[in-house]
């Protein structure tokens, strides 16, 4: 962690003024352009209140009731995560210890996305999107969640603009930084060196970053995106809030920085 936890009286006049910042933001989000598909939204019909039809094939070999399925399995996989994963109980420790409110069944929903993404932060909603279509597995729920989390923490804490390529870009690199990339996945996508590790994380941050961005802002080139994932990075990429770590795959990192929250403030308890 960059700092020692603040006095109760400091972090409640800090909660006052996020507040105050995170009303002013949501009041911008509803002047939002009618052109969704220009930020990303095209990615998550449901969220416009399209009806998915099923395809034929899906039809014919699954029935109607195949989502219903889905649905019912990314669900469970989320309740098991916020009871087991270390990952996502600190942060929801460290939601609940800014002055963010969590609640599953507000704050966390299974739906069926396009095919580029596996999940999402809606800001306008405040709500994590887990795709029950990509996602089918508990470890794969818990990267979701940990790096989605991230962002409403992002959100939870600073004046986040999401419009604002630059804060995109930053949120985008702590959660690839803290809860996608290692060794074994820069490996995995071909940009492992082991000759530089560290350098081999970050580029491995970067490109997660950048991939990211133009995912959900399709009139951003690779190269656009990339000029200002670098323009970011050092600062963004220092920042370790709230897991304090780059934890190692295969490792107690997670349980470690779990038990080391008290010592910074996030103490809340998860119910």
Known sequence: MSAPSKSTESR???????????NQHN????????DDETWGYDLYPE???TKVKPSWSGYLIWGEGRRDIEKIRCEKNIYYCIQKSPYVRLLLSALKSSGCDFNIRRHVSCEKCGDLVTGGYDPETNQVIVCQNQVQKKGATQAVLTHELVHMFDYCRANLDFRNIKHLAC???????????????????????????????????KNKAVYSIIAVRPGVTKGEARS??????????RDLEPIGRRCRRNSRDPERAYVDRFKYGY???ID
């Open 12 to 22: 409640n006049e800090d909660r006052s003024q996020q507040s105050e910042e995170r």
């Open 27 to 34: 009041q911008n989000l509803q002047a939002r352009s009618d």
């Open 47 to 49: 969220r416009k209140g």
């Open 171 to 205: 949120t985008e690199i702590r959660a690839a930084n803290l809860a996608q990339c290692s060794f074994l996945s820069a490996m995995a996508d071909g940009m492992a060196s082991p000759f530089n590790v560290k350098k081999t994380h970050q580029e491995c941050v």
């Open 228 to 237: 200002v994932v670098d323009s970011v990075f050092d600062k963004c990429y």
């Open 267 to 269: 103490d809340a308890e």
